[in-house]
């Protein structure tokens, strides 16, 4: 038995083609269906934005060029997608599938988002997963759950949209319920107040110079399209700012915003900059209850969060190390089992055959006498099988036991898989 | 026995300001059920030690009962805003004045002026807990302009991540300072119901340094209430009518020290 894991990521293969790998949620099924055809006996598919992984159990040596093929296919011009990839096999693969959990081996140190993924992976993959890929994936959430609440790997903001968050959650009690208004149509906006949306904030205007993209995209965000004058007006009354033009000099100055600002009475108003350059004039943090965020601002947030994941990463491996120790445990135990069972089986069958020859040579011998013999035969097996079993249960759970189970085997000629 | 649950108490304050400073030098936060756990059985040690405590007179009683008040008020703020940073100020102010309590000795120090005893510690217990509330306005205050400063200077240290977020800070100066103010005034109130009853003269000094500090509370009040101020100029009326409660407290005491009497 052996558990596998193939598959690319952020480190090993650029975004174009990482795009190219990613599959739909109807499209997993179908891959997978073409793996365990090839010959594994379990699979996974965790398909993100950062990675495509496939995890096996009991993959057959043919299996790793299906899934390379797979994946080529996606990548097209005759390139093979083995060159981006990367394999690692049982314990290894156990720690990577726990270390992705744990969100170690994301792009953002800590990110959970990585811990839903994980999850969705799991259950778009249960009918052909297996139990023994059931029960890792099963671990994986829980070993993910175990560190963010363990360690501070999961705390702060570690990237520049969820730093816009966490900024204004130092001002705004609640999050929940506050209006925000977009000026201008940049991607980091977009991204921004996404995340802010997910907090429950409101985008209720979105402006821009061009009305119609103003309009294209507040439709997107069920808000009110404005031109940037009109705009201005409107800093009296959002709690958040959220600013991303394609200007070249600042467009939010002192003179268009100190007049609606004076009308806020005192409320706090946060102005995130995502522009550059920069659309807010500095000037304008001087305002009363007025805080000003650039795009350097959130990304020292972002690095200085990130630092202090960093710090807790010896801790989060721990956690990783004690739990791949754990699973391993269980799934030796999980392998020696079924060759076990089989060895004693034959043995008491040459056990029995024997008794049966000799009690037909010694008929003259009393019904006690039998038994007597009986039980020294049985006891006598139960001797020799005790020291074995033990050795080898111990050697399964040290995850040392394959070597002895394939000795076992052929030594004994046991035949049957050794599946679960 | 008046002292052991005292220092039981003590020693758990003292373990809660540890527990509250703790994250703002380098170490881990406490998990929440401790943050609130060990003030609240300081609480329980310190109540079971008041209740023993046979006359009010005198700074030290009034003083571990404000003690008692902060950390009451700490850890309502703790379990109802979130905001753990309070207990930076809170615990050790309380502790402090726990021990001080302690050392002055909580033994009565001669008998109450009347027979209105129950009066006397109502008056007592509703000043001090109108005090502690205005302690706490204070704290929040103190605690809203050092995250305004850290916010508009873009730095985003222990006070950024540790504090609650400013209009957190802010609705709890509001909210102290609301109901401390007549909670004072009523405690004030029964001061002297109590004393005039009682026959007991009050000081000309004590009642007009007395009016004059409860008219500045009253403009702190009145500006957060009726003139809806908010944010830093609120904090700066809060902390000053605090300020003005501590000075006028101060200078009674050095034209009439001694420690039989709390005010």
């Known amino acids: 038995m ?58 057959d040596v043919a299996v790793p060029e299906a899934v390379w093929a797979i994946l080529s296919e996606r990548l097209g011009g005759g390139r093979s997608a083995s060159e981006y990839g990367y394999t690692r096999r049982d314990r290894d693969a156990v720690r990577h599938l726990y270390r992705v959990s744990a969100g170690l081996d994301a792009m953002i140190l800590g990110e959970s988002q990585i811990q839903g993924q994980v999850r969705d992976a799991w259950e778009t993959s249960k009918g052909q997963a297996g139990p023994v890929l059931h029960r890792l994936f099963q671990s994986a959430l829980l070993v993910g759950a175990r560190v ?109 915003v100190a007049p609606a600002v004076a009308r806020r009475g005192g409320r706090p108003l946060c102005i995130l900059d995502l522009g550059m350059p920069r659309d807010v004039e500095p000037a304008v943090a001087q305002l009363e209850n ?45 392998v020696v089992v079924p060759v076990l069972k089989e060895f004693r089986e034959r ?74 | 026995m008046v002292l052991v649950p005292h220092l039981i108490a003590l020693a758990l304050y003292a373990l809660a300001a540890a527990l509250a400073l703790a994250p703002f030098a380098g170490l881990r936060s406490a998990p929440r059920a401790l943050r609130l756990g060990v003030p609240l059985l300081g609480i329980a040690a310190h109540v079971i030690g008041i209740a023993r405590v046979t006359s009010f007179l005198g700074v030290a ?19 109802l805003f979130g905001a753990s940073a309070v207990g930076v100020f809170t615990g050790p102010l309380a502790t402090g004045l726990l021990g001080l309590a302690l050392l002055i000795g909580l033994a009565p120090e001669g008998p109450p ?100 500090t409860w008219v500045v509370l009253g403009w702190a009040v009145g500006v957060r209430v009726v003139r809806h101020w908010a944010g830093r100029r609120a904090a700066f009326a809060s902390i000053a009518s605090f300020t003005a409660v501590l000075l006028v407290y101060v200078a009674l005491k050095l034209a009439a020290p001694g420690t039989q009497r709390f005010l």
């Open chain 1, 2 to 59: 052996s558990i596998t894991v193939l598959g690319v990521n952020h480190r090993t293969a650029p975004l174009d083609v990482r795009e190219r790998f990613a599959h739909e949620r109807r499209e997993v099924p179908t891959s997978l269906e073409r793996v365990l055809a090839a010959g594994a006996r379990g699979g996974v598919l965790l398909s993100t934005c950062n990675r495509t992984e496939f995890y096996l159990a009991e993959a």
């Open chain 1, 347 to 420: 043995l008491d069958q040459v056990r029995a055959t024997e008794l049966e020859r000799a009690l037909r040579r010694l008929a003259h011998l009393s019904p006690e006498d039998r038994g007597e013999i009986e039980h020294f035969s049985q006891t006598l097996l139960n001797k020799f099988l005790h020291q074995p079993t033990l050795a080898l249960k111990e050697a399964a759970q040290a995850g040392r036991g394959y070597g002895l189970l394939e000795a076992l085997k052929r030594l004994f000629g046991l035949e049957r898989r050794d599946d679960p």
């Open chain 2, 113 to 212: 002026p009347s027979g209105r005893g129950a009066w006397s510690i109502l008056h007592i217990t509703v000043s001090v807990l109108g005090l502690a509330m205005l302690a706490l306005a204070f704290i929040a205050a103190a605690l809203y302009l050092l995250q305004f400063r850290e916010l508009k200077a873009k730095r985003f240290g222990a006070v950024f991540r540790l504090f609650p977020p400013l209009e957190r800070l802010d609705q709890l100066n509001h909210l102290s300072l609301v109901l401390g103010f007549p909670t004072v005034t009523l405690g004030v109130l029964l001061g002297f119901g109590v004393r005039y009853a009682g026959g007991a003269s009050v000081d000309a000094a004590q009642v007009v340094w007395g009016m004059l």
């Open chain 1, 290 to 334: 007025v805080f000003l965020y650039d795009i350097d601002d959130l990304q020292a947030v972002a690095a200085q969060a990130a630092a202090e994941r960093r710090r807790d990463i010896p801790a989060a491996e721990r956690i990783v190390s004690e739990e791949v120790e754990r699973f391993w445990a269980w799934y030796g135990g999980l």
């Open chain 1, 148 to 256: 963010r609440s363990e360690t501070g790997l999961a705390t702060g903001a570690a990237s520049a949209p969820s730093a816009a968050v966490a900024v204004a959650a130092r001002i705004f009690t609640r999050l929940a319920g506050r209006s925000a208004l977009i000026l201008g149509a940049g991607d980091m906006a977009e991204l921004a107040a996404t995340c802010l949306a997910s907090e429950g904030v409101r985008v209720t205007l979105v402006a821009n110079r061009t009305y119609e993209r103003a309009r294209a995209i507040a439709e997107q965000m069920g808000a009110r399209a404005l031109t940037l004058d009109e705009a201005w007006e409107h800093f009296a009354d959002a709690d958040i700012v959220l600013s991303s033009t394609a200007a070249p000099h600042a467009v939010v100055t002192w003179d268009h």
């Open chain 2, 61 to 79: 009683p009034t003083l571990s009962m404000l003690a008692l008040f902060l950390v009451a008020l700490q850890a309502a703020s703790e379990g």
